[in-house]
């Protein structure tokens, strides 16, 4: 049965990319003590966006990370009933080497959320229908966030959305569809709540890891009870952990590397070839086709389809390589023990993604919303903009681990990812210093390109909690150090 959703308790972004608010901006800062986080949330909270009905010209959420909520003063005792991995940060000890933070995308270089940075306590995400808009709001919240004595560690800018990421390839047309929101229409795949949403059953009929309290912790009932009857306040109910990466894009060494691997034998340039290459590398073509429907040409009509699997029709990548990006990150029903099956692709559905992400770059927003591929496929035009372009990274999730980690350790920067075994993602990877290869299966030998130089880098990046409302209602009034030990941990998974 599907779980019923309280959707004015629930942020609106799990519900909506605001699709419709094409201007963005999201303020990372830090919390110099309790006093300061709570004046500023008791600004912020009446001005927080819920995932019921919309129709407003902008949005605004608030996430906050372990150090943050600590901050806030949530005790140490308290946020242990969060995963490990919120915990200990997306820097925390050994994980960027699993997450392929190393090398030039090591924390080292990060413009915000290294260690040895100001810490990022919290994340205001602000999106608006004009820019006109989003400049009002943006600056009545710097000015309130500097009343309350907040310091604004960053302020990511996005570009105007557009269909397309910065490498000119039609992006966002898949997501997972979540059970009880509005998207979910009958017969469609949907999955249970609990895939993103903490304090609801997921895939495995558990409730997520997330923290309870005692009801002596919450004296005022502004939590949820925990639903499986413990009696306990539960603080993660109608939350969600929200992944923040800043992914920068070489869109220059992208393109040259796919002209000077498709170049004739007389050495001039094959732009129809440069681009099959490419889009071998997405699985998509640039107007976002699936390989799957067209392996030879793009066709725009196909544009938003994303109804395929890929065994029955293409078990040997043939169509779309078995390392590209779209069949890595979705792997669908290909994966084992029984490709093509349900099970095959229950496996998958384990670790899906809510993707948010919006792309940033200055210079190159008019390209990006006029949607001009033919533009940007043209190398000279392709030169990265100084000051950088990529993809502000945003994905929602219930489990880090399961979903976002995995995917980004087991699947994208695997170079033994499917059978394969030096080929990380070829649009996304890390590399090693010698590069990485990328495998194109064709009758009658497939291809193999070399030398795939890192086309992306990790330039920042922190895990947040996306608290429900009665949660940043309780976090807004809690005094220092307040809250005794938590009850019993949930359930795992
Ligand atoms: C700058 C880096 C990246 C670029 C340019 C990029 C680009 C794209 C594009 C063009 C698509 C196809 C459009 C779509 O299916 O919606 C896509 C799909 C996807 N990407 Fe990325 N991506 C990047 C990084 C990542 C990372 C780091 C992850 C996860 C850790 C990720 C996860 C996904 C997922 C889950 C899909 C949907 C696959 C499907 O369901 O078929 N991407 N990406």
């Known amino acids: 049965m599907t779980a019923r959703l309280d959707l004015g308790n629930i942020q609106g ?38 995932a019921a009905a919309f129709t407003a010209d902008s949005a605004l959420h608030v996430a906050f990370s372990a150090a943050g909520l600590r901050r806030l003063g949530l005790p140490d005792d ?16 050994d994980r960027s080497r699993f997450l392929g933070d190393v090398e030039s995308s090591s924390p080292r270089f990060w413009g915000w959320g290294a260690p040895q940075g100001p810490p990022a306590d919290g994340l205001v995400l602000l999106y608006a229908a004009t820019p006109e808009i989003l400049g009002r709001r943006q600056a009545e919240l710097a000015s309130r966030l ?74 005022r ?33 992208f393109w040259r590397y796919a002209a000077e691997a498709t170049r004739r034998p007389d050495g001039s340039d094959d732009p129809q070839a440069r681009t099959a290459l490419a889009a071998k590398m997405v699985g998509r073509w640039p107007s976002g086709a699936p390989l799957i429907k067209t392996p030879d040409a793009d066709d725009p009509r196909l544009g938003n389809d994303n109804d395929f699997g890929y065994h029955h029709t293409d078990p ?71 000051g950088g372009t990529g993809l502000h990274f945003v994905c929602l999730v219930a489990s880090l681990a399961r979903q976002f980690e995995f995917v980004q350790h087991t699947w994208l920067n695997n170079p033994n990812f499917n059978g394969l075994y030096d080929d990380t993602d070829p649009l996304a990877g890390s590399r090693h210093p010698r590069g990485a290869t990328f495998i194109v299966p064709a009758r009658p030998v497939r291809r193999r390109y070399r030398g795939l130089p890192q ?39």
């Open 221 to 253: 009932h502004l939590l949820p009870r925990d639903p499986a009857g413990s009696g306990a306040a539960d603080l993660g109910r109608d939350g969600c952990y929200l992944v923040l990466r800043q992914l920068e894009q070489d869109v220059g060494a």
């Open 78 to 93: 308290v946020i242990a009933g969060f995963s490990a991995e919120f915990g200990e940060g997306m820097t925390g000890p």
């Open 316 to 386: 040997d990548g043939l169509a779309c390589p078995l390392g590209a990006h779209i069949r890595r990150m979705n792997p669908r029903d290909s994966l084992d023990p029984h490709p093509g099956s349900e099970e095959s692709l229950a496996v998958s559905d384990r670790h899906r993604l809510l993707r948010r992400g919006r792309a940033y770059g200055p210079g190159t927003a008019g390209a990006l919303a006029s949607d001009d591929h033919a533009k940007r496929l043209a190398p000279d035009d392709s030169a990265p903009a100084a």
């Open 146 to 219: 500097a009343a309350a004595g907040i310091h604004q560690v960053t302020v990511l800018d996005t570009l105007e959305l557009g269909d397309s990421e910065p490498f000119g390839f039609h992006d966002g047309i898949s997501q997972p569809v979540i059970q009880g929101m509005s998207k979910a229409r009958r017969g469609a795949r949907a999955l249970p709540a609990g895939e993103f949403v903490l304090g609801y059953p997921n895939a495995y009929g558990q409730l997520t890891d997330r923290p309870l309290l005692p009801v002596s912790g919450d004296p």
């Open 13 to 50: 972004l799990l519900a909506r990319g605001y699709r419709g608010l094409r201007y963005a901006r999201f303020t990372v800062f830090t919390i110099p003590g309790p006093a300061a986080g709570h004046a500023a949330l008791s600004w912020l909270l009446p001005r927080v966006t819920t």
């Open 455 to 493: 086309f992306v880098r990790t330039r920042g990046g922190a895990y947040f909690f996306l608290p429900s409302i009665s949660a940043l209602r309780y976090l807004e009034q809690l005094p220092a150090g307040a809250v005794s030990a938590p009850a019993a941990a949930a359930t795992t998974r």
